[in-house]
């Protein structure tokens, strides 16, 4: 009964793990939605006479204009301000591409999509888009956690079984001790 006991124990020591380290993957999913609803990017136009901020998804959050911006008349201010809403989108969808991948993993190879699909749709490369990827600034979060893993992948082997408790005080072995010591 000892040998059980000790199994049933290590069992319960590894369910236990099992569940701190989803605890550990969930905190990781709260700081990466804080970190999109946080997200914020912004593009200029060249002469600087239009500014564009985003937030999470390529939302509009504010449009500036220079009065120089607003001297170049109907036809120009109009192109200016699309073409710097599409680079702030883009830097937005970079971004949210990027926390994702910090938590998730590269598994999906998401920033690589992101990338192919804004080099098809702007009529750019890939390099050069990752270029500009390299050039944003970093973000700043309270906790790192680009090495957590959310997603597991189905090659993974388990983790390996925690040894058998030394002194037999483990919270698991009291825990079974009370479990069997009822049934008695």
Same mark, same amino acid.
Do not use: N, W, Y
């Given at each position: 009964?000892?040998?059980?006991?000790?199994?049933?124990?290590? *069992?319960?020591?590894?369910?236990?793990?099992?569940?701190? &380290?989803?605890?550990?993957?969930?905190?990781?999913?709260?700081?990466?939605?804080?970190?999109?609803?946080?997200?914020?990017?912004?593009?200029?136009?060249?002469?600087?006479?239009?500014?564009? =901020?985003?937030?999470?998804?390529?939302?509009?959050?504010?449009?500036?204009?220079?009065?120089?911006?607003? %001297?170049?008349?109907?036809?120009?201010?109009?192109?200016?301000?699309?073409?710097?809403?599409?680079?702030?989108?883009?830097?937005?969808?970079?971004?949210q591409a990027l926390i994702v991948q910090?938590?998730?993993?590269?598994?999906?190879?998401?920033?690589?999509?992101?990338? #192919?699909?804004?080099?098809? %749709?702007?009529?750019?490369? =890939? *390099?050069?888009?990752?270029?500009?990827?390299?050039?944003?600034?970093?973000?700043?979060?309270?906790?790192?956690?680009? #090495?957590?893993?959310?997603?597991?992948?189905?090659?993974?082997?388990?983790?390996?079984?925690?040894?058998?408790? %030394?002194?037999?005080? &483990?919270?698991?072995?009291?825990?079974?001790?009370?479990?069997?010591?009822?049934?008695?």
């Open positions: 009964m000892s040998a059980e006991f000790e199994h049933l124990v290590a *069992e319960f020591e590894r369910f236990q793990a099992g569940i701190r &380290s989803a605890d550990d993957r969930f905190a990781g999913l709260g700081a990466m939605q804080q970190e999109l609803a946080e997200l914020r990017a912004s593009a200029s136009s060249p002469d600087g006479g239009v500014t564009v =901020v985003t937030g999470p998804g390529g939302a509009v959050l504010d449009v500036r204009f220079t009065e120089a911006g607003l %001297a170049k008349g109907p036809q120009a201010l109009s192109a200016a301000v699309l073409a710097t809403l599409r680079e702030a989108v883009g830097e937005a969808a970079r971004r910090e938590h998730v993993g590269d598994d999906l190879g998401l920033v690589d999509q992101v990338l #192919e699909t804004q080099a098809t %749709a702007f009529g750019t490369t =890939v *390099e050069e888009l990752r270029a500009k990827l390299a050039d944003e600034p970093p973000r700043t979060a309270a906790e790192d956690f680009s #090495e957590e893993r959310v997603l597991r992948q189905a090659d993974a082997a388990p983790p390996p079984p925690p040894p058998p408790p %030394a002194g037999g005080d &483990s919270a698991g072995d009291k825990f079974l001790r009370t479990l069997f010591e009822e049934d008695d």
